[in-house]
């Protein structure tokens, strides 16, 4: 975040006018050359080296945890063979393969920047997730097992659909404040869920 404020307050003071996506803003500064009136006795090349090497440091860290993980799911708690060298190489290739095809079809299909992006996937996926963590917290009700999938897979769907019609009906769209409603959905169709059940219990 503070890098990407820095470099918006360097192009404003140059007069160079900020790209569409903030995802461009490291990319134009990489290309052109905004150093030069800044740091004279440095080599023109040498900010925008340093600036491709950390991204590439912190990207590399990231990727290959998550790649590990992925990899050790894979080969110890599916295929159960967690000694085969042989699977987990060949794992592990697959896994950067389709690492590849996913970043390809992201760039492709995206229209936001990509923090918006995340945080928009968040709000669908993670939904469920805070309102299940919210409810085995706050409550001590029992809910029935075999009904929590369908409602953490409901939950997104009407979430979806409810930003949908808003648009269509008020034009207003849902922006981060859709992971609290998901939640809010999940937690409350857990609720209804229990209160169900213990009615139907024989005192």
Known sequence: MALGILLAQLFEAQGVTLPAKGDELLPMFVQGDYTSNITPQISNLT???????GIVAASFSSADSALTSLTTCYCVDIKEQASDERLRK??????CALF????????????KSLIDAIYTIVSYTYGPLL????????TTRQVRDRWVPLVCVASPIICYATDYLAQQLWNYHFGYELLMFNGLLTFS??????????CQTPS
């Open 47 to 53: 900010p925008q080296i340093l600036f491709v090497l």
């Open 90 to 95: 060949r794992s592990h290739l697959i896994i």
């Open 100 to 111: 590849v095809v996913f970043i390809l079809l992201f760039h492709q299909l995206n229209s």
């Open 131 to 138: 309102g299940l963590f919210a409810f085995g917290l706050f």
């Open 189 to 198: 169709a857990l609720w209804l869920l229990t209160r169900s059940a213990e």
